[in-house]
């Protein structure tokens, strides 16, 4: 894995690592939420007659629920949705998805954020999620580690993946930091190819369907293929990227 972090801070022009804060998305890496959030836009357009294409949704998994809704219309229609018509779509969704949705914990989940915190390092979330059924339950599934100073939803973009924004904005959270300082957890193309974008060593951990490429195409530097992986590798990682320089 060292070549990994070694060519990161070349291209970066970074002398080293100095990690403050680690930046987790939520959906698919935190819970194992993406199947009822597919499913439940799938159903959604289909009952608008709106014809979508096989895994669009995890293609589409960290946009905003309007820009979303927009690249459904805009190939089934021919135009954006109007606010009103984004309002009752996307409220229809959320009642599908709480219907759907197990509420299940990514298993090891729970454990990477103790680790994480045991190393004296930030967690910080960067979803696209606006979903009241998962952001009010993070404090009693993940008790003391995210509040609203580390966290940044839907409700605080205005653009969203695959814009680097969220992620800058998880960068402030994190303590005014330099991409340098951080790490970011990922798990969909959109989010990725966000977090690179935004300048920072991003993890795709691989818990849906989409192929490993998909997320190296989209900027992931390494790929793992569950939170138990990485919680196996997160003292490598840390140990590499407390010790590697750019000479």
Same mark, same amino acid.
């Given at each position: ?49 709106? $014809?979508?294409? =096989?895994?669009? +949704? ?6 905003? %629920?309007?820009? &979303?809704? *927009? ?89 969203? $993946?695959?814009? =680097?924004?969220? +992620? ?6 994190? %303590?005014?930091? &330099?991409? *340098? ?67």
């Amino acid at each position: 894995m060292t070549e990994q972090f070694q060519q990161y801070l070349k291209t970066n022009n970074y002398n080293r690592f100095d990690l403050k804060a680690i930046l987790f998305d939520m959906d698919g890496v935190l819970y194992d939420s993406m199947p009822a959030h597919a499913k439940s836009w799938q159903q959604t357009m289909e009952e608008l007659g709106l $014809k979508t294409e =096989p895994a669009e +949704f995890y293609l589409h998994e960290g946009r905003t %629920g309007s820009s &979303t809704i *927009n690249i459904v219309f805009k190939r089934n229609l021919g135009r954006n949705a109007t606010e009103g018509e984004v309002q009752q779509i996307y409220e229809r969704k959320s009642d599908l998805f709480v219907k759907y949705n197990t509420g299940n914990i990514i298993p090891k989940a729970k454990e990477v954020l103790t680790f994480v915190k045991s190393k004296g390092l930030l967690p910080v979330l960067v979803t696209g999620s606006g979903q009241p059924s998962l952001l009010d339950r993070l404090d009693k599934n993940f008790p003391n580690v995210f509040n609203p100073k580390t966290m940044v939803t839907a409700f605080d973009v205005k653009i969203g $993946k695959p814009h =680097p924004e969220p +992620f800058l904005m998880g960068l402030q959270k994190g %303590g005014n930091l &330099t991409p *340098n300082q951080a790490l970011v957890i990922e798990n969909a193309p959109l989010g990725t190819e966000s977090a690179t974008k935004a300048g920072i060593f991003t993890i795709g951990v691989n818990t849906g369907p989409l192929e490993d490429e998909i997320l190296e195409k989209s900027g992931a530097k390494l790929v793992l293929h569950s939170m138990s992986e990485l919680l196996d590798k997160l003292p490598e990682i840390l140990n590499i990227t407390s010790s590697i320089r750019n000479n």
